[in-house]
């Protein structure tokens, strides 16, 4: 299973590291990254394998948001399903 | 990869625009509840739903939370009651407190089918059935009503019209000091689908499966968001936008549908395309008609350019589902939607526009609030009105409207939560006493003749 991790917010030193030290602690495998500036904001979304996740995946989703709550980012997790379902036939 | 730019659209619209899914219902059918004994009967009905939907509200929630995307309501439609009333002949409102009581087990929201199917007459339970809906709406909370009085196939039963002007008026007075609640939970029918997964007029109809899986989108933000960013394109490219915004609404309704039924092992009934508002700022209907470029909802025009809404929802939803139904069109719940509150307080819009905008859009005259003093025939005389619209066009259409008792025009009903608010609308009160006092049945028009 694979999921969306998308962070925005103000741009500053070492979120990527942050994000994928975090994924790193529960074993979810990064698969590609991506990250952009759109509007002023910086943008950054991964994609990630969290097959052999060590913890619940609503558990990982709330880790997450929290962190992101503490970077002053938002943070959010989704099942990749749901973007393949909307934007592409 | 996923596009970077499709990704932040996706979490914009749910984030910024409201986009959501509005309601998972759960079709339970009932046929094998019933007992000449009311008691056994009842029981039957429990156990049967409390089963069934044990575990609807918790796989909403985890749905909800693994795919990001917020599902609003998860709501159970049963077997039109009227026909578990039929084996009996007992107290129909012992089966809206059983109804009632499995809806708070299971903790859903609304429960509908508190029903009857009427359009070519009276069968036994539903004249017990439907004399019994103000009672057991003012006696629950949470049971929904609804009661079909015409089809294209049948034509329109009058003496079904003539008792429901009534029915509204009491069901609007049992709960007066409740905001006439009673009377937003009752909706009147003709054409009415089997499938349709919204309140209040949601039941399971005899030729569904034993149990089933709706889903009901939402997303006139979406639409209006994207509408605000088209610039300045003509109504053709309007159309287009919308189609396409459509289209990613109802992929969303599709997937969440399919993964509900797997979760819970329930086949999966149909997609609703329909654009649902709520009272909150940025989902309302009436405000993507303003966007595309009328002052008010209500004015000229208004007809017009929710037939091309309409339309356009339609053919961007129907090639993401694999399956559609229910009511599937925009819906213009007065009440329910802050541009069509505003509307309506401004005097821009009438009923009388309203009505002609229900031969183009989804259901009918819903969530309008009429003064308290209005005649019941006056009532009856418009659901025969909407019940014409309906029967001629081949399409459903409904009556919602709330007798807001002890207040006069230009005063408010506020029922809180989705239901809304709203201003009493005028109400053209020339006497149609003599036509709906005759009874008898509207034969079934020429468009029924199809075979």
């Known amino acids: 299973m694979r999921a969306v991790l998308t962070v925005i917010g103000k741009d500053m030193v070492g979120i990527l590291a942050k994000v994928s030290t975090a994924c790193a602690q529960y074993q979810a495998n990064i698969i590609d990254v991506n990250q952009t500036v759109m509007q002023d904001l910086f943008t950054m979304v991964m994609l990630i394998d969290i097959s052999k996740l060590n913890c619940e995946f609503s558990d990982f989703q709330d880790k997450m948001t929290e962190m992101g709550k503490g970077m002053e980012m938002d943070i959010h997790c989704m099942h990749e399903n749901i973007f393949n379902s909307m934007h592409t036939i | ?451």
């Open chain 2, 1 to 451: 990869m996923l596009n970077i730019t499709n990704i932040m659209e996706t979490i914009r619209m749910i984030q910024d625009e409201n986009l959501d899914i509005r309601t998972i219902t759960m079709g339970i059918s009932l046929l094998d509840c019933c007992d000449s004994d009311i008691d056994k009967s009842c029981e039957k009905v429990y156990d049967k739903i409390v089963t069934r939907a044990a575990n609807l509200v918790k796989t909403g929630e985890d749905i909800e939370k693994e795919y990001g995307i917020p599902i609003i309501n998860k709501r159970i439609s049963v077997t039109p009651i009227a026909m578990l009333v039929a084996s009996n002949g007992g107290d129909p409102v012992k089966y809206a407190k059983t109804l009632q009581r499995a809806a708070e087990t299971v903790g859903v929201n609304f429960i509908g089918g508190y029903s009857a199917l009427v359009h070519k007459g009276f069968a036994p339970g539903d004249l017990s059935l439907i004399q019994s809906i103000p009672q057991a709406l003012a006696e629950t909370e949470n049971v929904c009503s609804s009661v079909n009085i015409g089809s294209t196939k049948t034509g329109i039963n009058m003496d079904a019209v003539r008792l429901m002007g009534s029915i509204i008026r009491q069901t609007s007075e049992l709960t007066a000091d409740r905001q006439c609640i009673g009377a937003a939970k009752l909706v009147v029918f003709c054409n009415a689908p089997e499938d349709n997964p919204f309140m209040a007029g949601a039941f399971h109809g005899a030729g569904e499966p034993d149990c089933v899986i709706n889903v009901g989108v939402s997303g006139p933000g979406v639409v209006r968001a994207a509408l605000a960013k088209s610039g300045n394109c003509n109504i053709t490219e309007i159309a287009d936008i919308i189609k396409k915004t459509a289209f990613k609404i109802t992929r969303m309704g599709q997937l969440v549908g399919d993964e509900a039924s797997r979760r819970l092992g329930v086949p999966f009934g149909i997609v609703d395309l329909s654009l649902a508002p709520t009272p909150a700022i940025g989902d309302s209907v009436a405000h993507i008609l303003e966007e595309i470029g009328l002052e008010r909802c209500g004015g000229y025009g208004t007809t017009a350019t929710l037939a091309m809404l309409n339309d356009a929802v339609k053919k961007g939803g129907v090639m993401a589902s694999s399956k559609v139904g229910g009511l599937s069109g925009a819906f213009i719940p007065v009440t329910e939607d802050a541009g069509m509150i505003n509307a309506a307080k401004l005097g821009a819009l009438t009923i009388e526009k309203l009505e002609a905008m229900t031969a183009v859009c989804s259901v009918g005259l819903d969530m309008i609030v009429i003064p308290g003093d209005t005649p019941q025939e006056i009532i009856s005389a418009m659901i025969a009105d909407e019940a014409a619209i309906g029967m001629v066009n081949w399409k459903t259409t409904a009556v919602r409207v709330i007798p807001a008792i002890g207040k006069k025009e230009g005063e408010e009903l506020n029922f809180g939560g989705l239901l809304g608010k709203g201003p009493v609308m005028h109400v053209n009160r020339y006497s149609p006493a003599k036509f709906i006092s005759r009874g008898g049945q509207i034969p079934a028009p020429l468009q029924s003749l199809k075979n």
